[in-house]
């Protein structure tokens, strides 16, 4: 028997029924009832704006999946190109479609010298990397006319291979001119993530180390997609008005610039730092009880048992570690870790640690300011946005995004001369 809900307006005494399909039914229910009748839904908690095949996500059992495969398969085995093609396409690439795909991208890391000797020189000598990356990643489709011509496949696919490619690069243009060093080319030889720490940190006969590439590498992974939330709505809803990709991928940058979305793992270093020592653990969960405080990396808004993400993260903490030496915020880290998830307070409410809560230790120990961690997290990202545009581009239910309002203003007023207000 098909699932149905029925709805009635108390005021009219007319009843709708209309399918569930996945927990979802649609709002023509709502305009079949009364076509000037809508959903108030703050924060889009109870909405679905889309049907997606991209990414699955069942915060309530702790499940993440890219196109049904489980996230701790992909972390393990794949790597991150592998996982954008995965993402753009539906599915994982046989050996012929990886080596063009690989190719394609490692072949389209440069960027052009204007972006680096007259448009980055153009910021202030401390500008933050992130808000350079932003104004960066905008500026980059005036280099490319056919970047307009979204309805054009052929161009479409030519820009999201460039963006994609380009981020890294762009990314570590904007650290080194934040610190004033050299900026090194990228390398064709080199893989994606090596590539990315190969331009960041090159001085001298530098070489990437093999454990800290695959760490990168699982770190784009587990940042790649996620779902419906902020930056990916909003590359959605700029997408909606077909604007070309580089704006669209702006507009999903700043969005994850807000502290609120992007800056958690920044967040939780400086909390870890605060704490300073194990010995303080049990004061500041007390005044974080007390409303006093706030438990940065623990909780998230859609996982309700625990972030799958989290787990592995911190086995490639420990791997890292070993390579760089372990980063003395750890042991706060553990200890926190450990006193949260044997306090009922946090327990009830389901705070388990999230992506966040390690990321920012493996960036520090790597070498990374907390300046950079939101850029590391707009870099894998990028190919998720670029997934979610590409979709909204194919699907023929979308249109440009026009939410609608509940006006609460004053009603209508006449107009005051100036000097009688």
Not at 3 to 14: A, L, Q, S, V, Y
Not at 53 to 62: E, K, M, Q, V
Not at 233 to 245: E, K, L, N
Request: charged residues 20%.
């Amino acid at each position: 028997m098909p699932e149905t809900i029925t709805i009635t307006d108390d005021r009219t005494g007319k009843t709708v029924t209309v399918p569930i399909e996945g927990g979802v039914f649609p709002s023509s229910a709502l305009r079949e009832l009364d076509p000037t009748l809508y959903c108030y839904d703050p924060a889009y908690l109870s909405t679905a704006s889309t049907k997606s095949s991209i990414t699955y996500l069942d915060g309530a059992n702790g499940i993440l999946r890219y196109g049904g495969y489980p996230i701790e398969q992909l972390a393990e085995k794949s790597t991150y190109l592998e996982v954008a093609y995965l993402l753009l396409n539906g599915d994982l690439p046989n050996e012929t479609q990886l080596t063009e795909w690989t190719h394609d991208v490692t072949h389209h890391t440069f960027i052009h010298e204007n972006m680096r000797k007259k448009f980055a020189e153009g910021f202030h000598y401390d500008a933050h990397p992130m808000g350079m990356f932003v104004s960066a990643i905008a500026a980059l489709g005036t280099f490319y006319t056919g970047s307009k011509d979204v309805d054009d496949p052929a161009q479409r696919n030519i820009q999201i291979r460039r963006l994609i490619a380009k981020s890294p690069t762009i990314a570590a243009m904007c650290y080194k001119f934040s610190v004033g060093l050299p900026y090194n080319q990228p390398s064709n030889e080199l893989s994606y993530a090596a590539n990315f720490l190969n331009m960041m940190w090159k001085i001298g006969d530098y070489e990437v180390d093999p454990i800290l590439e695959r760490a990168m590498d699982v770190l784009f992974i587990l940042h790649a997609d996620h779902e419906q939330n902020c930056g990916t709505t909003a590359m959605r809803v700029i997408g909606s008005s077909h604007a070309d990709p580089y704006s669209s991928a702006a507009g999903a940058a700043s969005a994850l610039y807000g502290p609120l979305h992007g800056g958690a793992n920044e967040a939780v270093v400086r909390m870890l730092t605060e704490i300073g020592s194990i010995d303080n653990v049990p004061a500041f969960l007390e005044s974080v009880k007390n409303g006093e405080g706030r438990l940065m990396g623990f909780g998230h808004r859609v996982y309700k048992n625990f972030d799958p993400r989290a787990t592995i993260i911190k086995e490639t903490a420990y791997k890292v570690f070993e390579v760089t030496g372990k980063n003395p915020l750890l042991d706060v880290a553990l200890k926190l870790e450990e006193a949260a998830l044997a306090d009922p307070y946090f327990v009830d409410r389901k705070l388990y640690p999230n992506v966040d809560f390690y990321s920012g230790l493996i960036y520090q120990a790597m070498g990374f300011p907390t300046s950079m961690f939101t850029v590391l997290f707009a870099i894998p990202r990028m190919v998720g946005w670029l997934a979610h545009w590409q979709e909204l581009l194919n699907d023929p239910a979308q249109k440009i995004s026009r939410p609608r309002q509940w006006y609460d203003g004053p009603g209508e007023r006449n107009y005051i001369d100036l000097a009688n207000r």
